[in-house]
């Protein structure tokens, strides 16, 4: 299959598409400047200006009023500054699992995983109205019948109101912590790694809350220290002047998994740097930058070994190839008996989500 390229033209497009396509751009700025706004509509105007993309006639004004319509936005009436709101939020969790399911269509021949559930599971004795996608095995003709017969006083004919099917049971759950690396090398060097990982944290929370809601999910981010982050608040996270503290996010996650009874817990890493940090039982914070400091590494991979012992597989996604970090990504998998991948910046949500969708299929321990 061929496809011709060719330059965004707004004035050969609907406003619909125009506006589409804008917000496309300005939810990814917005996880660039982690959900600033103000910061982002000034970044949507340069690329507006530099590219062409507003119409004769079409201002930033008009942009930002469709958003503010829409509720992705509320400005306050004092400061006149933008906020994002918890719409918002969703849109640009849809933008990012969008985007990445793009990519996986586009690549690894022969695989035909899919971010839609099946129906299998076991069959409760509880209906729903039928939904177009559902399984017609699973129509419950007593009560679709019954509904017709309510309807119009016979079952002579049926109309698509009537259908109800039988809502299943699904017995695998998976629960998944994602660990995000905000170290100050994230976005050293001219390189910006943070982006690409908060757009998969995005899409990976959009893909279980949409098509697998009984499963976990949890994001926990670590620099120095170790966090939880709240589902709200993802969209601000940045990364600061911290060092990895690995060990530190380890933990965390073992302890967030081990509160749940899903069958498969599993542990998802982004990281672009060794281990440079541990938390010490006195709760200060021991830290060294240069080399593999053995004392930092072991209680690592202490950590590590740990997880394993609990049935917690670590998944690793290095965003970078330093050597050392390499090294110790291999002693760490070994131990855990986890898997890792070296992605680059534009494929790894692929990675990602193809090693999630394979994981919930079958127990990982």
């Not at 406003?15 to 990814?28: M, P, S, V, W």
């Not at 809350?209 to 589902?231: H, I, M, N, T, W």
């Not at 070994?305 to 965003?319: D, H, L, N, Q, Y």
Request: charged content about 30%; proline content about 4%; some cysteine.
């Amino acid at each position: 299959m061929r496809h011709l390229y060719e330059r965004f033209d707004p004035a050969r497009h609907g406003r619909a598409e125009l506006e589409r396509f804008l917000k496309r751009i300005f939810h990814q700025l917005l996880v660039r400047t982690d959900g600033d706004v103000d910061e982002a509509l000034r970044w949507l105007e340069i690329l507006a200006e530099r590219h062409g993309l507003f119409p004769p006639g079409y201002t930033l004004e008009d942009f930002r009023k469709l958003l503010e319509r829409e509720r992705e936005i509320q400005t306050d009436a004092t400061t006149g500054d933008a906020t994002l709101t918890g719409r918002g939020a969703k849109q640009i969790r849809r933008d990012s699992l969008e985007l990445i399911f793009q990519g996986l269509r586009k690549s690894g021949a022969g695989d035909h995983r899919t971010p839609h559930a099946g129906g299998g599971g076991e069959r409760l004795p509880e209906t729903k109205p039928y939904q177009f996608g559902d399984d017609v095995s699973a129509i419950d003709w007593l009560t679709t019948y019954r509904n017709a017969a309510s309807r119009v006083g016979a079952a002579e004919s049926l109309n698509e109101e009537d259908f109800e099917v039988f809502e299943s049971e699904h017995k695998t759950s998976c629960a998944t912590v994602l660990l995000l690396d905000i170290s100050h090398s994230m976005t050293l060097y001219g390189e910006d790694r943070m982006t690409p990982a908060k757009s998969v944290a995005f899409a990976l929370q959009e893909l279980i809350e949409s098509q697998f809601p009984k499963d976990a999910f949890d994001v926990v981010l670590f620099g120095d220290e170790a966090r939880r982050v709240r589902r709200e608040d993802l969209p601000f996270v940045t990364n600061g002047p911290f060092h990895t503290n690995t060990r530190a996010g380890l933990r965390l996650a073992r302890e967030l998994l081990l509160r749940g009874r899903a069958a498969n817990r599993q542990i998802f890493m982004i990281t672009d740097g060794k281990p440079s940090a541990i938390t010490e039982p006195g709760g200060e914070i021991y830290k060294n930058p240069f080399g593999l400091d053995r004392r930092i590494v072991n209680k690592t991979l202490e950590e590590a070994a740990e997880c394993k012992r609990k049935g917690i597989i670590v998944t690793t996604f290095m965003v970078a190839s330093d050597p050392q970090l390499v090294q110790f990504i291999e002693e760490l998998t070994r131990l855990n008996r986890g898997r890792a991948y070296f992605a680059s910046l534009e494929n790894l949500g692929e990675f990602v989500f193809a090693d999630y969708l394979r994981n919930r299929r079958r127990r990982v321990r």
